[in-house]
């Protein structure tokens, strides 16, 4: 058979010190289709009264309110209100009730839970608590199960982070961002840094979960010593974990509208990429374990559960307005709208927002190499019989300092790490084009 000759040519990095344009941020893949509205019900029924084939299986719950609209945030759907949360907690209980005891949600073990938003903490503590036992209670999961919740210092207090660890919530994980007081002002944060210190002290020192927070790199006002500083406090707090993200421009954010103005200056590309490249040498140095790109464990009790096997296509069920899952080639999205979450609810229906299926069969070998990009080795002859027409490209972007050698088993460098969004568009294209029948 005559080996594919695929056009690498758009895909070849740029010598010098910057090889891409742009760092790119990771899309979701589009190779699926809707389902007609009028075939939603009746899909969805069959779905949630069958057993799927055994695969990983997570589930993620979507808390929709937020106290502040931090500027850098795409993620802000609706104002914290008391009275709000405690009719969500309601809707989201009965959500839970009404599909708990399916086929599917019944079929196989759940290995992490991942509260999700929004803002989860801002919920109260017993709704908080509810939610986490009605959980355990109903839906199958597994006895070394990561539950996860998310949450910020602002209104985290005593009584919400006591609840979750009473119910079983055993990681928590802090949107800290950065601890500089200026930046967090910047960032439209109500606490300063020493605040979000002794919040994260507070929590670590119950020692009863993992505790893991967020620093963002290549935010206004944030430089070379500035960073530096993030990563020591980080480091001396005695965090489980630590994720570093960089900042990924929303041209809808109130920071997104003031770069677009001209009234704020980001930092280049390479300037970010120099950044990266800081933070994972401080960790080496610190002696952290690299589980992804972009998290490092310091121990054991941090696995990082839920975020890995979703890149590796693990099945996730969904339960909240915003949430979305995805389960044997179909995903969804719950309904947005709060209101229209409500009035579904309350009729007894699965608020469906959307719902896609896949039109490639052979959809899961894009997970495997998501998940390799993840983790920074992707094996393409498990992916295609013609990984060696890639062989050229390979060699450039070896030569270029991306990855470790020019192999087919694609190793990245900490440099091709921070470009991995740019590699991984690349290869989805090309791997698709080489095992598509002409």
């Known amino acids: 058979m005559k080996l594919p000759q695929p056009d690498l040519t758009p895909h070849f990095a740029m010598e010098g010190a910057q090889p891409f344009p742009d760092r790119k941020a990771t899309m979701p893949w589009r190779g699926a289709i809707p389902v007609a509205k009028e075939q939603q019900r009746e899909t969805w ?16 719950l979507h808390i929709p309110f937020c106290a502040t609209h931090c500027t850098f945030c795409g993620f802000y759907q609706n104002r914290f209100q008391e009275e709000s949360c405690a009719r969500y907690t309601h809707a989201l209980l009965r959500e839970i009730e009404m599909e708990a005891y399916s086929p599917l949600h019944q079929s196989a073990p759940i290995h992490a839970v991942y509260f ?6 801002a919920l109260a503590a017993n709704d908080l608590a509810r939610i986490i036992t009605a959980l355990r209670e109903k839906l199958p999961l597994a006895p070394d199960c990561e539950i996860t919740i998310e949450g910020r210092v602002l209104n985290f207090d005593d009584a919400r982070i006591d609840a979750c660890l009473d119910a079983g919530a055993n990681r928590f994980s802090i949107g800290i961002q950065s601890f500089n007081s200026d930046i967090r002002k910047r960032m439209a944060r109500t606490s300063d840094g020493p605040e979000a210190v002794r919040f ?13 927070c967020d620093l963002l790199f290549g935010l206004p006002g944030q430089d070379a010593k500035s960073w530096a500083e ?8 005695g965090l489980d974990g630590v994720d570093l993200y960089a900042l990924n421009l929303i041209p809808s954010t109130p920071l997104g509208k003031a770069v677009h103005n001209g009234r704020v200056e980001l930092l280049s590309p390479v300037a970010r990429r120099d950044l990266y490249l800081q ?12 589980i992804s790109n972009s998290h490092w464990a310091r121990t054991t009790r941090e696995r990082n559960l839920y975020n890995l096997l979703i890149k590796r296509g693990a099945d996730c069920l969904a339960f909240g307005s915003g949430g979305g899952g995805s389960v044997s080639g179909y995903s969804w ?26 039109n490639d069969p052979h959809y899961q070998w894009r997970h495997v190499l998501q ?22 490209l390979l060699a450039q972007w070896h030569q270029v300092g991306l990855t470790r050698d020019a192999s087919t088993c694609l190793r990245l460098t900490n440099e091709g790490r921070f470009w991995a969004s740019n590699l991984l568009q690349s290869l989805q294209e090309l791997v698709y084009e080489l095992n598509t029948p002409r």
Not at 116 to 121: K, V, Y
Not at 230 to 237: F, S
Not at 333 to 358: A, C, D, S
């Open 116 to 121: 999700g938003g929004g803002t989860p903490s």
């Open 230 to 237: 993030d990563l020591a406090t980080a480091r001396d707090i």
């Open 45 to 60: 029924h069959t779905l949630v009264n069958s057993v799927t084939p055994p695969r990983k299986r997570l589930l993620y």
């Open 333 to 358: 999205m719950v309904e947005r709208n709060l209101e229209m979450y409500h009035q579904r609810i309350e009729q007894g229906e699965k608020p469906l927002m959307m719902l896609m299926r896949t």
């Open 200 to 212: 994260m002290e507070g929590l670590v020192k119950r020692d009863r979960a993992a505790v893991v």
């Open 279 to 290: 933070g994972c040498d401080f960790m080496e140095r610190e002696g952290w374990q690299c």
């Open 371 to 392: 998940a390799g990009i993840e983790t920074a080795r992707v094996p393409l002859n498990e992916l295609t019989p013609y990984a060696d027409a890639l062989a050229p």
